[in-house]
Each structure stands twice: as structure tokens, then as C-alpha cells.
């Protein structure tokens, strides 16, 4: 749910001649050959298997999850269902985005060329995507301290009674919000020993325009959201616990059954919501370092230190959209139930009836050859 962003930019420009085999004396001591060695771990090898699982088990979930949308018609079920959904195409297109790295290994022109030609593209629709996972998981935490402080009333919030709205608002948003990337970055490219190398730039006119929109796309779609996230997030267990104390005056004139079930929904959004507090972590910390020092930039001064904090960022970010799925089980006997339901028993129950087909097929063989056998001795 943490997004690849404009640093990202900086992430896969990595390849650009601007590198130092120099120590960078940055926030750590960063080699060209220890930043090359943990680029190649982190992004052509872990990313694509966390993007492979986290596919996997996020179609899972939306099954589950879909069932609960249906069934219970509650609208924390849409806004978890619309999250996993944004999390598994940011996933998919993730695991798109490497495709120009196993080109590398065969032809390292024609996978410069396809790489930087899709960034205009990819990027914006991975931005889009993550941005409008961290508007929802701040919509659930807000749906969740509201049940909590107003549990009999909750249904009457705006953001209880129009979900699906809410969920268009912050697409759409996003979508408009994030137009400059595609509209004020292009492709160049310079000769290299017979060589054409492609890479992504700013517009030169668009340069201090962008600086000041990265400024304030920063303010909005990170500081904003964690600051929020992190306030809910002490607010929560601290209501939750007067209501726990409160037992007799308000949770127990509520159904124990309901009473359980918003329980754990609560503890699943908040899990979500600190999940993706820490894991953002990294690349709040390096976009804040960019504006108080231009040396952390795409080729400033300590541009390893700058290149290695994104790329963990980037790690992080696949972790947070991959682990949807897993909380859900972890945190809810709810889900765990619904999934064996759903997938463990469907396939028990198919492998079971193929092997009754097998065996009424192997005694339908076998008590046709007797007769064959007791027609040749008659005969």
C-alpha cells in the first residue's frame, strides 16, 4: 500500500552514468558495488517473489472477502475488499515493472529501452493505485474509532452510509492530483559507446514547478496520512479499552456474537493501519532528507544513501500491499473459516469425488471384464 512515487523516478534512474565507485558519506557509508549488490537483491529477486505471493494470496482474500461483502452488508467489508483490490493490481503492476530487468539479462539495450519508455505509464498507475490505498486504510480507521466512540449511531456517519462514494472520491482524486508525473517528466537519452541510453527527466521548463508540486504531493500523500494514521492508531487501543471497561453500560447491551465480530474487525484494521505506519516509514524518512538537503536527490552528493533508502522503500511497499491476505487469516477465525470453507474443503470435496469416479470407473472395468471372461468360458 506504500507507493513507489516520485522517488521511485530516482530508484530505476539508478542505472544512469552518474554513479561513484567513492563511498558517498551520506546517512550510511554506500558503495557503488554494496548499492549494486542489494539493488540486484531487493529488486530483481525478493520484489518479484513478494509480488508473485502477495497476487496470489490477495485473489484469495477478495473471495473471502466478497462473500462478507454480500452476506453482511456492512461497510467496513467494502472498504477491506476495495483495499485488497487496489493492493493486488499494485502488485501486478509491480511485478510488470521487472519485466525490463529480465530483459537485462539478454539484451541490455532493448531492456533500457522498453524500462524507461514504460515509467510514464507505470509509475502514474502505481501512484494512483497506492495513494488511493492510503486514503482508504485513513477511511477505515476513521469508520473504526467511530464504532468505537459512537457504537449505536456509527451507521449514521457519512462514512458508513456511502462507501462506495467515499471509494470513488479518493480514486478520482488521485487520479487528478497525480497528472503532473506524466505530463511533466519525458524520455532523453545520450550516446554511450555506440550506444543508445535512455533515461527519465523533468521537463526543463517544468523543473522549479515540479520541485514545489513534489513539495506539497509529499505534505499530502505522506506526511498527512501517516501524522493521521499514527494518532488514530494511539487513539484506538486507548477507546477500546474505556469500552472494555464500560462492559456493562454499553457492550453488553449489544449482542455478544456482534460484539465479537466488531472486535476483530477492529483489530484488523488497526494491524493494516500500523502495518502500513512503519512500513512507510523509510521513505517518509528519505522524502523529508530531500527537502532539507538537496544532496539526497536523483545525482546529488550523497545519491547512494538517497537510491539505497528508496529501494528499501520500495521493498516495504510490496510487503505492505502483499500482506492483506495474511492479516485477514492471522488476525480473524472469521476469515480462516470462510477460506477452508471456500477453497481447502472445494478441493477435498473434488479430489474425493474423482476418486469415487475413479473407483466406480476401475469396478465398472472390472466387472466388465468378468463377463467377457464368462462369456469365453460359455462360449
Not at 526543463?204 to 499514527?230: G, H, N, R, S, W
Not at 465479537?260 to 484494521?269: A, D, G, W, Y
Amino acid at each position: 500500500m506504500e507507493s513507489t512515487n516520485n522517488s521511485t523516478l530516482a530508484n530505476e534512474n539508478s542505472t544512469l552514468p552518474w554513479l561513484s565507485p567513492e563511498n558517498d558519506g551520506g546517512l550510511f557509508s554506500v558503495t557503488e558495488e554494496a548499492y549494486e549488490r542489494f539493488a540486484f537483491i531487493s529488486n530483481i529477486i525478493v520484489s518479484p517473489i513478494i509480488c508473485t505471493f502477495g497476487i496470489i494470496g490477495n485473489s484469495l482474500g477478495l473471495g473471502v472477502l466478497w462473500k462478507d461483502t454480500q452476506q453482511l452488508k456492512m461497510s467496513i467489508y467494502l472498504y477491506l475488499y476495495s483495499l485488497t483490490l487496489l493492493d493486488l493490481m499494485y502488485l501486478i503492476v509491480g511485478l510488470i515493472r521487472h519485466i525490463p530487468h529480465i530483459i537485462d539479462f539478454y539484451d541490455e539495450e532493448l531492456a533500457n529501452y522498453v524500462e524507461e519508455h514504460m515509467k510514464l505509464g507505470t509509475i502514474y498507475i502505481d501512484m494512483v493505485l497506492a495513494h488511493s490505498s492510503h486514503a482508504l486504510i485513513i477511511v477505515m480507521s476513521i469508520d473504526r474509532l467511530n464504532a468505537l466512540v459512537r457504537p449505536f449511531t456509527v451507521k449514521n456517519s457519512w462514512v458508513s452510509k456511502y462507501p462506495k462514494s467515499i471509494i470513488v472520491v479518493c480514486f478520482l482524486f488521485n487520479v487528478i492530483f497525480l497528472i503532473p508525473y506524466p505530463l511533466y517528466f519525458e524520455v532523453a537519452s545520450y550516446q554511450a559507446d555506440n550506444i543508445t541510453e535512455y533515461y527519465i527527466q523533468f521537463q526543463k521548463d517544468a523543473v522549479e514547478t515540479m520541485d514545489m508540486y513534489m513539495l506539497i504531493q509529499t505534505v499530502i500523500d505522506y506526511v498527512i496520512p501517516a501524522a493521521t494514521v499514527l494518532v488514530i492508531n494511539i487513539t484506538i487501543p486507548i477507546v477500546y479499552s474505556r469500552a472494555i471497561n464500560e462492559r456493562r453500560t454499553v457492550i453488553s447491551m449489544t449482542s455478544q456474537g456482534h460484539n465479537s465480530q466488531q472486535t476483530k474487525i477492529t483489530t484488523t484494521v488497526f494491524c493494516i493501519t500500523l502495518m502500513y505506519f512503519l512500513l512507510s516509514l523509510p521513505n517518509l524518512f528519505i522524502k523529508i532528507m530531500a527537502f532539507i538537503d538537496k544532496g539526497y536527490s536523483f545525482d546529488g552528493k550523497y545519491k547512494l544513501s538517497f537510491w539505497l533508502f528508496i529501494d528499501i522503500s520500495n521493498l516495504f511497499s510490496y510487503i505492505n500491499a502483499a500482506n492483506d491476505f495474511i492479516i485477514y487469516v492471522l488476525v480473524s477465525n472469521h476469515y480462516r473459516r470462510v477460506f477452508i470453507d471456500m477453497y481447502c474443503r472445494r478441493c477435498w470435496c473434488s479430489r474425493r469425488r474423482r476418486h469415487h469416479l475413479d473407483l466406480d470407473s476401475a469396478a465398472d472395468s472390472k466387472d466388465f471384464s468378468m463377463t467377457l471372461s464368462t462369456n469365453a468360458v460359455r462360449y
